[in-house]
């Protein structure tokens, strides 16, 4: 008997579970969620392309403004945006793409590319760009904005949006301290000499106002400092370490570095080793007169009270250098309609979609840059106008730049950062080492 | 309970035992089994989640043994268990015993109100105490500089960054003792009448008797605490990332790194293996050390 | 004069305050924090009170983003993995704690184990699996693994199973109960601060789930509460005040059911009742 009622009480269960798969199918989540937006289900012969991004928030609107603007063009596709907020935007598409079902675009940040294009990931574009019923003019873009995006001398993505780094600096602190604002032309000793005139100390030794804020253990922005001392991170070939990440070249640059945290005094020690988690807020706050970084949290900064802003090109070392952050889209090698996908991405990065990315970000498009007026603006002028110095960033050298060196470089910084007696040159050439083992291990 | 035929009825009992578990059977055997099994499969291959992955034995185990950035995170994460576990053991039956005040004033709002940090996810929980610990605006030094203290530099310290974690997670002990308090709840309310009629005092009767009836809920969270101490993540990966210098590379961060961010998910397979085959034989151990101090009233053997 | 049963009731009112004041300061920074506007919320020294105080903040953070589609979502998956829970935990939890089998022991050892795997790494396999049942941008991959039971719930039920004295199933065997009606009308009853306890946790874990949605739901309109969440922080910069205002938003609903269900926990267990 107890047998017989388990039977009938699992085979309850089934039912249930059936009937809540039926519903959650076809009835609860029709009714939730499909009812409410019609335009989310296909309708009829429509092509629906998935595109997935890493923005999100008000960094959305810009993509939801562009698919509405193509959408209404080309009725016959759909544009299905896939947004994941933060971190875990990589481990989501790296699942779709082993699963075989990733969105047919998929947006990559720069460092990312040789290793998907490497490994396959994404189609080549040049024929696209050449094809006679959709062609893509390439010379349209401002320079610079390109290259990140190929591999092998194929373009395999298109620029979305981009940020050179660039020094903030608040007149409110430079008027106050009679200091003249950073001009083009200056170099590292020009920034050592200002951050000295603005750094304030009270007399119980305690520091009131900063030189500058400096984005702490960030390896990526670090290479700034390397392009400008005339250093290289790796060689060409994109096969060896030693003898470029422990040159005198890198060895100046870091210490240089530090000498600005603990020599000089100049910056205040990180509150976390998080370049963007905001907890080094000294600037923002009109405790520090600048700051080193990208062009992200300038629309935040443009309405602080504690600031008046005015954004620097960045100081020349032994030479006159600049780093490009750059993200872009491509078309997935398992897309199965890609020519659908080339038409909406050609619109999406072409001069069409820059005129709704200027709002929000750089334009990557030169033509808009004129004509909005931003080029000749005396704040975004600045950030475009650094496109002009651009030096390649180590990961155009090798795919497995991340892997290797990117952690044995941070480790170096994270070092000198917290002691102040780090020997540099030793801490280097350890870093050399151990990135050298680890790309001898990766690579086939 | 006499049954004529005693064979018959433990088969019987068997196959009851069978039908009724047999939902959890089924998730086992589709949802489980299988993604546990080939993650055992990619354990012995090199894959980029991109290309197919390429067979290379036993390897990425080898490789293990080499790799300074695995031991560290094995001290990382064996460092913080010693330190997470008998806290939220201790702690939250302390909480508990709070929560269980039956009769003081607004304890249903006392009780909401240690519940509710253990409510908020993960990454707004763990940036409020990223402010906490800000070295020079945060609240923790503020306080301590009223003491005449000056406080660590916290998360941007490696000396300090694991304590601070593990303050953190202490923010979370309403839910360890939220089991408590149902464990405390579920002690027959006529043991104690009985116990206080033999003359018992608050103490003895907290030792000789809620104590022991609470075993069973003391291993439950002594289990659970250890599997989900050795899978720390959230914590580190928002407030640190490992850092500084390899302080709070906790080995699930390590493992989600490997995977996810330099494409190796063949060796981080591996690392989840060797931390299987850890977790497992560290519960073994409980388990089995449960015969000697868990008491339970209605056990079948 | 104090009588020392007086003064030993304030110590204890002094001691509950103290320690709830603890576990309230983040929560109350969290909260000035969501009245501010951005570039004040790292200011140094910290200011406590938002002046003025930024209500709009809540309006914003809930309004750029459909907060009430991923609401009803986040409702319907959780209730679901409620009732699901409930039914299959208890079922399996009983026949872990009562009933003899060959392997049984064994069983449960590697019902432990399955939650020793990190889930990084058994993830891509597992959205393979879903992938192929079509079940992608469904609810389902996210319910029915709950009617097929939880080893975290069916662990904590089996616990509280073993620790009823097993004369009040005899009794009621006596009278001629079968497995079924005994374990509903006996033992139910008898674990229901450990079941609100299962009640609790799953909506809270389901609540707050963030890993599992963002792989299986890729459609917007799908989307839950913690994937919207995700939406204040991009790779470069975060909208800190918005977070603030929609995590503590979106808290209350638990905060509500955790405040009612403690009638439950507050049930406790009278012997004599269920005999009687």
Redesign the interface.
């Known amino acids: ?3 017989q ?3 009938i ?2 085979a309850a ?1 089934c039912g ?2 059936l009937s ?2 039926v519903a ?2 076809g009835g ?2 029709q009714t ?3 009812t ?2 019609p335009t ?1 289900q296909p309708e009829g012969a429509k092509i629906v392309l ?1 595109v997935g991004t ?7 609107s810009p993509h939801l403004r562009i698919i509405e603007q193509f959408e209404a063009e080309n009725p016959d596709i759909q544009v ?9 935007y ?3 598409i ?8 990733p ?1 047919d675009l998929l947006q990559i ?1 720069d460092d990312a590319v040789p ?2 294009v490497d ?3 994404f189609l080549p574009l040049d024929d696209f760009i050449a094809s006679e019923q959709y062609p893509l003019d390439t010379s349209i873009y401002l320079p610079g904005v390109m290259a990140p995006g190929q591999w092998n001398d194929a373009q395999y993505l298109l620029p979305k949006d981009f ?1 050179p780094l660039a020094i903030y600096y608040n007149k409110k602190l430079f008027d106050a301290a009679g200091v003249a604002y950073p001009q083009e032309g200056w170099r590292w000793e020009d920034l050592l000499a200002t951050a000295q005139q603005l750094t304030r100390t009270s007399a119980d030794g305690t520091v009131e106002q900063w030189g500058i804020q400096l984005p702490g ?1 960030w390896t990526t922005g670090f290479e700034y400092w390397v392009a400008a001392a005339g250093g290289q991170l790796i060689d060409a070939e994109g096969t060896t370490f030693a003898g470029y990440l422990d040159s005198p070249e890198v060895q100046r640059a870091v210490q240089f570095y530090a000498d600005l945290y603990h020599k000089y005094g100049v910056a ?7 370049a ?4 080094n ?1 000294e600037f ?2 009109g ?1 520090a007169a600048m700051r080193l970084f ?1 062009r ?2 300038q629309a ?2 443009l ?4 600031l008046e802003l005015g954004v620097a090109p960045l100081p020349a070392g032994a030479e006159r250098a600049g780093v490009l952050f750059w993200g872009g889209f491509g078309i997935s090698a398992l897309s199965e309609q890609p020519e659908a996908a080339w038409r909406f991405l050609r619109y999406y990065v072409g001069a069409q979609g820059a005129e709704v990315w200027k709002d929000w970000a750089l334009p990557s498009v030169a033509s808009v840059a004129e004509s909005s007026g931003l080029a000749a603006d005396p704040i975004e002028g600045v950030w475009l106008a650094e496109l002009n110095h651009l030096a390649d960033r180590a990961y155009v050298f090798t795919p497995f730049w ?2 290797t060196a990117d952690p044995a470089l ?2 170096v910084l ?2 000198v950062i ?1 002691d102040p007696t780090a020997d540099v040159a030793a801490l280097l050439a350890t870093a050399a080492q151990d990135a050298q083992t680890a790309l001898d ?1 990766l690579r086939p | 309970m006499q049954h004529p035929h005693p064979g018959r009825a433990r088969r019987r009992e068997a196959v009851t035992f069978y039908l009724l578990i047999s939902p959890w059977l089924v998730g086992l055997l589709t949802f489980t089994l299988i993604p546990i099994a080939v993650s055992l499969g990619i354990s012995f291959t090199r894959w980029d989640m991109l290309s197919p992955p390429e067979l290379v034995g036993l390897r990425n185990y080898a490789r293990l043994l080499d790799d300074r950035l695995f031991w560290q995170s094995l001290t990382v994460t064996a460092r913080y268990t010693l330190m997470y576990v008998p806290t939220e053991l201790v702690g939250g039956l302390l909480l508990a015993l709070l929560m269980n005040q039956v009769d003081a004033r607004g304890i249903r709002l006392l009780r909401t109100l240690y519940y509710m940090p253990s409510v908020l996810s993960g990454v707004a929980f763990v940036v409020v105490w990223m402010w906490l610990f800000h070295p020079e605006a945060g609240l923790i030094n503020a306080g301590l500089a009223q003491l005449g203290v000056q406080g660590p530099r916290w998360l941007a310290d490696p000396h300090t960054a694991l304590t601070a974690l593990w303050m953190m997670s202490l923010w979370g002990l309403g839910r360890t003792a939220v089991i408590y308090l149902a464990g405390l709840r579920g002690i027959p309310r006529e043991l104690y009448e009985a116990a206080a009629m033999d003359g018992a005092g608050a103490w003895r009767s907290f030792v000789g008797l809620t104590l022991p009836l609470l075993t069973p809920t003391i291993f439950f969270n002594l289990v659970l605490s250890v599997i989900a101490t050795f899978q720390t993540f959230t914590s580190a990966f928002v407030a640190t990332n490992g850092g500084p210098l390899d302080a709070t590379l906790f080995l699930v961060l390590y493992l989600y790194r490997k995977a996810f961010q330099e494409f190796q998910m063949g060796y981080a397979s591996a690392l989840a293996w060797v931390l299987f085959a850890l977790i497992l034989a560290f519960t073994l151990l409980v388990v089995r050390s449960g015969r000697w101090w868990v008491y339970y009233e209605g056990e079948t053997p | 004069m104090i009588s020392s049963a007086r003064l030993r009731r304030w110590l204890l009112l002094a001691l509950l305050w103290g320690v709830a004041l603890l576990f309230l300061v983040p929560l109350l920074w969290m909260l000035s924090s969501s009245l501010k506007p951005t570039w004040q919320i790292f200011e140094t020294p910290p200011r406590w009170l938002p002046n003025p105080p930024r209500w709009e903040n809540y309006s914003e953070a809930l309004t750029t983003l459909p907060f009430g589609r991923y609401l009803s979502n986040t409702t319907v998956i959780t209730l679901l993995t409620i009732v699901g829970h409930l039914l299959s935990c208890t079922l399996v939890a009983y026949a872990f704690a009562r009933l003899r089998a060959p392997g049984r022991d064994t069983l449960f050892v590697v019902m432990l184990a399955t939650l020793m795997l990190p889930y990084p790494v058994t993830m891509t396999p597992l959205y393979v699996i879903f992938h192929r049942l079509g079940w992608i941008n469904t609810f389902l991959p996210l319910t029915v693994p709950a009617f097929l039971g939880s080893p975290f719930y069916i662990f904590l039920l089996r616990q509280f199973f073993l620790t009823i004295p097993r004369d009040f199933e005899d009794a009621a065997r006596i009278d001629g109960a079968n497995t079924l009606q005994i374990l509903a009308w006996v033992l139910v009853p008898m674990v229901a601060p450990a079941l609100a306890t299962v009640t609790l946790f799953t909506f809270q874990a389901s609540w707050n789930d963030f890993l599992a949605p963002l792989i299986y739901l890729q459609r917007p309109d799908l989307y839950t509460v913690t994937l919207g969440l995700q939406f204040f922080r991009s790779t470069y910069t975060t909208n800190w005040a918005y977070l603030m205002a929609a995590s503590l938003t979106t808290m209350l609903p638990v905060i509500a059911v955790f405040f009612a269900a403690q009638r439950y926990f507050l049930a406790g267990i009278s012997l004599a009742g269920i005999k009687g």
């Open positions: 008997m107890t047998k009622t388990v039977l009480l699992w269960l249930l579970l809540g798969c959650t199918e609860l989540v939730v969620v499909v409410a937006t989310a998935r890493g923005d999100s928030g008000e960094g959305l299905q945006l896939e947004p994941v907020g933060s971190g875990d990589y481990a989501r790296l699942t779709q793409i082993a699963a075989g079902d969105p940040g290793m998907f490994k396959g990931a940020s253990p205040p020690l990180p509150a976390d080793m998080n963007f988690g905001g907890g807020s923002d706050n405790k990208g992200w949290p935040g900064m309405q602080n009270p504690n991340g892997q941070r480790r994270e070092s917290l291990d």
